[in-house]
């Protein structure tokens, strides 16, 4: 072949990689070991051999589970990702995006069917007379996470009531304490430093006070709401340069979501016996995680890209129209949503579970 042959391929081929991007017609990189959550179902998944058997088919041979920490800081599994700590995390779709406005740059690999109800009720001690509704909440100081969906379920049942939260930018009614430790958030409200939360009744910090006695619910988010169909979706992130490297990996863990969701609801006394015994918690508790009604690390998932991105779009639009102090300030357009949602792993993608 002739130099001017040699060159004239080369321009060619930049030519076509600077009109259509950097197209890698390569195999996949190979990761030898991956970290995960460490969570009801990757315990499960780990234990019954779904992980190995869908690892092992693009070469990754080694899963290690990371506990969020002592501390159950929410949005630790965020910073995670950003700092490579862990491969892909699992995030509910409001912080999801909040932390991709804020810079971190993360695209959604999956997210769920809507939520519901039961998800994120809003708590407040059983034996307290002076608060039996929401709208006894006015004037009172309700504490939680302020970027999740302990913020975001009751930001919308508040001002559906007509008794908004505190903002920096606006006086409310409800005075909002931003606890990101949810162990303190539930302390604060035994204590009577605050006299509400929201919180997914599911998860391990919230389950054995609620099967307490102690609480109750005074509010559930609509069926017909924001939050339900919208912003209380669950996400699985994982960095661009990631997913971008290791598509192949992604499909691989969330094919074994699916196997081992399935199998738990198939058997969810074997599953809550191994769930009770890795992650230390009461089989009773373990039982909950996967019977109850809010339960979300077994839900569903949405298959269709293009209202994964319809559900963010008319989430951001709704926060921002009732004066969300952050998303007023900073948003995502709908380009940017576009691209945040990976279509490469929804139905029609090319490393999609659903095809």
């Not at 909440?137 to 049942?157: A, N």
């Amino acid at each position: 072949m002739s130099i001017f042959s040699i060159k004239t391929k080369l321009v060619g081929g930049l030519l076509f990689v600077s009109l259509f991007g950097n197209i890698s017609f390569a195999e996949d990189a190979v990761l030898p070991s991956i970290n995960l959550q460490k969570s009801p179902w990757t315990v499960v998944a780990l234990e019954k051999g779904f992980f190995k058997e869908e690892f092992e088919k693009v070469g990754t041979k080694k899963v290690t589970l990371i506990p969020q920490g002592a501390a159950e800081l929410l949005g630790a599994e965020s910073a995670a990702v950003g700092g490579g700590s862990l491969a892909i995390a699992q995030r509910m779709v409001y912080p999801s995006t909040i932390h991709r406005i804020n810079g971190l740059n993360t695209v959604v690999v999956w997210i769920s069917e809507p939520s519901n109800r039961y998800r994120t009720p809003i708590l407040a001690l059983k034996d307290n007379d002076k608060i039996d509704s929401i709208k006894d909440l006015d004037g009172k100081k309700f504490g939680s996470s302020r970027i999740s969906c302990y913020w975001s379920s009751p930001f919308e049942s508040l001002n559906s009531a007509g008794i908004p939260f505190d903002s920096r930018l606006k006086k409310g009614k409800v005075r909002h304490e931003n606890i990101d430790n949810s162990a303190v958030a539930i302390a604060a409200v035994l204590s009577g430093e605050t006299d509400a939360t929201a919180v997914h009744l599911a998860a391990p910090a919230y389950t054995g006070p609620w099967l307490s006695g102690k609480f109750k619910v005074i509010s559930r988010p609509a069926d017909d709401g924001v939050y339900v169909n919208y912003a209380g979706r669950v996400t699985y992130v994982a960095h661009k340069n990631f997913a971008d490297k290791y598509p192949s990996v992604i499909k691989a863990f969330l094919a074994a979501r699916e196997k081992t969701r399935e199998w738990a609801f198939d058997h969810p006394n074997e599953a809550a016996e191994i769930i009770a015994k890795e992650t230390r918690v009461p089989l009773e508790i373990a039982l909950f995680q996967i019977t109850h009604l809010g339960q979300w690390e077994f839900m569903g998932g949405e298959p269709n890209a293009n209202r994964a991105r319809t559900a963010i779009k008319e989430f951001l639009r709704y926060y921002i129209a009732n004066g969300d102090d952050i998303l007023t300030q900073k948003s995502l357009t709908d380009k940017e949503v576009d691209a945040f949602i990976d279509g490469r792993f929804f139905a029609g993608g090319s490393y999609s579970i659903y095809n």
